[in-house]
């Protein structure tokens, strides 16, 4: 294994572990479970590092590993979280608490790829290439998802979603 992939790999996960937290915790609603998923994805990334050949790739190799796990995690326990731990596990809400909570409630209706191309694209500002590599999907695919997605959270919130 080369040397400086796993060294980029090393630093890429200091720098970036609240980012992997927040996105974990987005799918699993509880701290705990959230760190986990986060361990277990690096020490993963870590074990198959040497699949890494091309260091450009790192950010959506590693993603499409947090993702996986994320999602894998989700569908393992499927646990109803009471709202008071989720709101205090939580990121801090913006301008009105309760609006976060529709949407954050309505993102979890959708179906489990919706739910990964909404959450890369606006918990995570990743482009939508970058999304098509983390996923395995077509560029046009990812792009009506995001935008059927869009439909339905407007509808599930009366609430206008922007991209």
């Known amino acids: 294994m080369d040397n400086n992939i796993r060294q980029q790999l090393n630093e890429y996960i200091i720098a970036h572990q609240e980012d992997f937290y927040r996105l974990a915790f987005s799918y699993v609603k509880n701290r705990d479970a959230a760190l986990d998923v986060v361990q277990e994805s690096i020490v993963r990334a870590l074990s198959k590092s040497d699949s890494l050949r091309q260091p450009e790739y790192l950010k959506t190799w590693f993603y499409r590993i947090l993702l996986n796990e994320s999602m894998n995690h989700y569908r393992r326990s499927k646990l109803l979280?009471?709202?008071e731990e989720s709101v205090a596990d939580g990121p801090?809400?913006?301008?009105?608490?309760?609006?976060?909570?529709?949407?954050?409630?309505?993102?979890?209706?959708?179906?489990?790829?919706?739910?990964?191309?909404i959450k890369l694209r606006f918990f995570e500002d990743m482009k939508l290439e970058e999304i098509a590599h983390i996923t395995g999907t077509n560029l046009n695919t990812v792009k009506s998802r995001l935008y059927k997605s869009l439909r339905k959270l407007r509808d599930l919130t009366g609430e206008e979603v922007t991209t």
């Not at 529709?102 to 790829?113: M, N, Q, S, W």
């Open 92 to 117: 801090a809400p913006a301008s009105d608490p309760a609006e976060l909570l529709d949407l954050y409630a309505a993102i979890d209706r959708l179906d489990p790829k919706e739910q990964a191309i």
């Open 81 to 83: 979280v009471p709202l």
